[in-house]
């Protein structure tokens, strides 16, 4: 979900501004436990589909990491 997720959460943020900060805090939030588990400080490329969400495929995947960067910057943004 991370590349993808990266899309949808910012789509949230620009349509719905202020309203939907909990709703991409918590999304974010999830990533959380992934970052520590396997390879520190990276995420694997793929996610399952359903709960609960566990990493699949390559270990560590740039595209995914820089697209939890890239939102955490989004919501820093918008929070202020």
Same mark, same amino acid.
């Given at each position: ?27 974010? =939030?999830g ?9 520190l400080? +990276? $995420?694997?490329? !793929?996610?399952?589909?359903?709960p ?5 495929? =390559? ?11 890239? +939102? $955490?910057?989004? !919501?820093?943004k918008?929070?202020?």
């Open positions: 979900m991370a590349l993808a997720g990266g899309f949808y959460l910012e789509a949230c943020l620009k349509l719905y501004k202020q309203t939907r900060l909990s709703f991409v805090e918590r999304q974010m =939030a990533y959380e436990d992934e970052i520590f588990n396997h390879c400080g +990276t $995420l694997p490329e !793929l996610f399952d589909g359903n609960p969400f566990h990493g699949r495929g =390559a270990i560590s995947f740039a595209m995914n990491v820089a697209e939890v960067l890239r +939102t $955490l910057e989004l !919501l820093e918008y929070k202020y």
